[in-house]
């Protein structure tokens, strides 16, 4: 059974219009990521969660903006898309952030801007 | 300087032959080390962690981890096909990634 879920997994959306990417969790763990991922490049991590507290990466730009209303959920807004936004955005989470602690990740949303 | 760094590659080898991959991170507090194997179009997949010193085994699959050189490898013994992939180090913390190297292995 999944353990991480992201819906939807292709999701098209306008130009400049807001839209929201989703990620829960069975796993219960207290850290929850979500990363960009352009083709052929690496998972870009925008901000994680460690439990309620949230961490946005120094580059990640003011249009994503991120909700964990609970330990199962998080949401990722984007509210103005732009062509450059378009690319696979991926959640992960793991118990905690210690030595040899796992993540897992969810199958992606693909997210296309036209 | 990037956190975590490649090459990017492609890393190509015969089928059979060792694929080595390297990483080399900048934080010298880093505690421990995955490798990530992640096919087109598919979510990243967890191989191995390692967080000592030394080398890590298994089954195929040896992780080397020299702390003072700040370098991690990814060796992957007998390679087959279906190794071909992009693979990636990551930093545990914050899970940041380096931009992977694309192996392929050639029949």
């Known amino acids: 059974d999944a353990m991480v879920i992201q819906n939807p997994r292709y999701q098209v959306t306008q130009f400049g219009k807001p839209v929201t990417l989703s990620c829960s969790q069975t796993l219960n763990h207290n850290v929850m990521y979500w990363y960009q991922q352009k083709s052929s490049q690496a998972p870009k991590l925008l901000f994680h969660?460690?439990?309620?507290?949230?961490?946005n990466e120094a580059d990640t730009p003011d249009n994503f903006q991120s909700r964990r209303p609970n330990t199962s959920f998080c949401f990722l807004d984007i509210r103005s898309p732009g062509l450059g936004d378009a690319a696979m955005y991926l959640c992960?989470?793991?118990?905690?952030?210690?030595?040899?602690?796992?993540?897992?990740f969810g199958q992606g949303t693909r997210l296309t801007v036209v | 300087q990037k956190e975590v760094e490649q090459n990017s590659g492609p890393l190509s080898v015969p089928e059979g032959a060792i694929a080595s991959l390297n990483c080399t991170y900048s934080?010298?507090?880093?505690?421990?080390f995955f490798w990530y194997r992640q096919y087109s179009g598919k979510s990243p997949e967890l191989i191995m962690s390692?967080?000592?010193?030394g080398d890590k085994e298994d089954g195929r699959f040896t992780a080397q981890l020299n702390k003072a050189s700040q370098y991690v490898s990814l060796l992957i013994r007998d390679s087959q096909p279906s190794d071909s992939a992009t693979y990636l180090c990551a930093v545990t913390g914050k899970l940041i990634f380096g931009q992977g190297t694309t192996l392929q292995v050639k029949p």
């Open positions: 934080d010298r507090g880093s505690q421990s």
């Open positions: 390692i967080y000592s010193n």
């Open positions: 969660y460690y439990d309620k507290d949230f961490n």
């Open positions: 992960a989470t793991s118990a905690d952030q210690g030595v040899d602690t796992e993540a897992f």
